[in-house]
């Protein structure tokens, strides 16, 4: 394995399942990292598997995704088939950290998920784990009604891997709702020298990062405008790329009240080398801006993303891109 960016030519990739995708037991965990933006507790959906038809949905875009990896050359592993989540092996990416020689199983905010790496560990049966006790403590109740107050306290480190981008020597981490400042530390104690971690913070505290920036190449960021108004926002080793602020989503919708992600999903493409990327067939508008700037856009199908939680960049995880 070795990727160090998000952006040079991809070589292998982990693409999860959709199977077995369930909405967890509301614990406080799950209160008050995913559901902080519901005041009643009546308007958390009930726990349990997702429709049949969102799951089957899924799996056939999957494996339209997968199809076109293949005729790029890109090796594709997938989760174990034998391991039935508490939550989901949809995506990998808030599981799995990859950055040149260091892999990573994050010691995640939500506890359903705490065993989730066993989807994966047949790929990745050498990656480094560390467990977080996640007492009540670490989480904040004060954070439901209001997206100014966190869901994490700083009593131990915990992230999900989602909360990351990297550039080759600089790493990205969004402090927000599922991932603590603590997190932050314990991975650059990690990483060493190979890479310096930037905290992002009062940016976005619902939760991961990557509807927020896009890495497209060497110095060519995808912006978020409604999160990311200014260049200031951003830490000064970013500063000096050049920004694409991304146009008005359009909105894919969701099943039911089955809402994980906002329209902002479609900022969450997968790049495939720096001048190819997987963008939902949907986002034309950013699709013309993106050809713009000699980025090819791939249109694949993802009907479900909104509702559980996730598009190209969050259903993959990169094993190994070139080495630049």
């Given amino acids: 394995m070795y990727s160090r960016n998000e952006y040079s030519r991809l070589k292998k990739v982990l693409v999860g399942d959709?199977?077995?995708?369930?909405?967890?037991?509301?614990?406080?965990?799950?209160r008050c990292v995913n559901y902080s933006d519901k005041l009643l507790d009546t308007d958390v959906p009930p726990a349990g598997p997702y429709p049949k038809q969102v799951i089957d949905?899924?799996?056939?875009?999957?494996?339209?995704?997968?199809?076109?990896?293949?005729k790029e050359n890109i090796v594709v592993c997938r989760p174990n088939n034998d391991y039935d989540p508490d939550y989901s092996k949809f995506c990998p990416r808030d599981t799995i950290f990859v950055h040149g020689e260091h892999s990573l199983f994050a010691p995640m905010a939500i506890r359903a998920r705490q065993h989730?790496?066993?989807?994966?560990?047949?790929?990745?049966n050498d990656t480094k784990q560390f467990e977080i006790t996640r007492n009540n403590n670490l989480y904040n109740k004060q954070c439901v009604g209001n997206k100014n107050i966190l869901?994490?306290?700083?009593?131990?480190?915990?992230?999900?891997?989602?909360?990351?981008?990297?550039?080759?020597?600089?790493?990205?981490y969004l402090v927000s709702n599922s991932g603590n400042r603590k997190g932050a530390d314990a991975l650059q104690?990690?990483?060493?020298?190979?890479?310096?971690?930037?905290k992002i913070e009062n940016v976005y505290s619902y939760m991961h990062l990557d509807s927020t920036l896009a890495f497209l190449r060497d110095g060519l960021l995808l912006v978020n405008p409604t999160r990311i108004k200014d260049k200031s926002m951003l830490p000064t080793s970013?500063?000096?790329?050049?920004?694409?602020?991304?146009?008005?989503?359009?909105?894919?919708?969701?099943?039911?009240?089955?809402?994980?992600?906002?329209?902002?999903?479609?900022?969450?493409?997968?790049?495939?080398?720096e001048n190819l990327v997987v963008l939902e067939e949907n986002q034309h508008n950013l699709?013309?801006?993106?050809?713009?700037?000699?980025?090819?856009?791939?249109?694949?199908?993802?009907r479900q993303a909104r509702t559980l939680g996730g598009c190209f960049h969050c259903i993959t995880i990169d094993l190994e891109r070139d080495n630049v």
């Fill in 238 to 273: 970013l500063q000096k790329h050049d920004i694409i602020y991304a146009p008005e989503p359009v909105d894919i919708g969701y099943h039911g009240d089955y809402c994980n992600s906002s329209t902002w999903i479609n900022v969450n493409l997968l790049s495939i080398h």
């Fill in 287 to 302: 699709r013309k801006i993106l050809e713009q700037h000699g980025i090819e856009c791939a249109m694949l199908p993802m």
């Fill in 189 to 198: 104690n990690i990483l060493g020298a190979t890479a310096s971690v930037h």
């Fill in 151 to 172: 869901a994490l306290t700083e009593s131990e480190p915990c992230f999900d891997a989602a909360n990351i981008l990297k550039d080759n020597e600089h790493v990205y």
């Fill in 18 to 30: 959709a199977t077995g995708s369930k909405v967890p037991n509301i614990d406080i965990s799950a």
């Fill in 116 to 124: 989730e790496h066993k989807a994966y560990s047949h790929v990745l």
């Fill in 57 to 70: 949905q899924a799996n056939e875009d999957l494996e339209i995704f997968i199809n076109f990896l293949e």
